[in-house]
């Protein structure tokens, strides 16, 4: 996830907005599952990681604000975020 997230990252420097948009919704994702990962040992991480990953979202949802995948994936890790800091 590591790779992932510094390849995306380096996509976000493009001009085309197109890819800036994929380039938050892959970080987005390798963030979440780089999170969910590293749960059970480090839950300070993930909490890190979650809510960057929901920046990553909102900024993707600006690219595509129609976008019902985007945003259903966004909710599922608000969902999980929220139930994280419960505990």
């Known amino acids: 996830y ?3 997230v510094e390849a ?15 380039a938050h919704q892959g970080l987005a994702h390798s963030l979440y599952d780089q999170g969910d990962r590293t ?3 480090q839950p ?5 990681a979650w809510r960057d990953a929901l ?3 909102d900024a993707a ?4 604000p129609d ?8 909710a ?4 999980r975020l929220d139930e994280l800091q419960q505990q």
């Not at 949802?61 to 595509?64: G, I, V």
């Open 2 to 4: 590591d790779q992932a």
């Open 76 to 79: 599922f890790v608000q969902k």
């Open 55 to 57: 920046k990553h979202f």
């Open 39 to 41: 749960l059970a040992k």
């Open 8 to 22: 995306f990252s380096q996509a976000l420097t493009s001009a085309e907005p197109d890819v800036q948009a994929k």
């Open 61 to 64: 949802l600006e690219h595509r």
């Open 67 to 74: 976008s019902v995948p985007l945003r259903e994936n966004r």
């Open 44 to 48: 300070k991480f993930t909490l890190k």
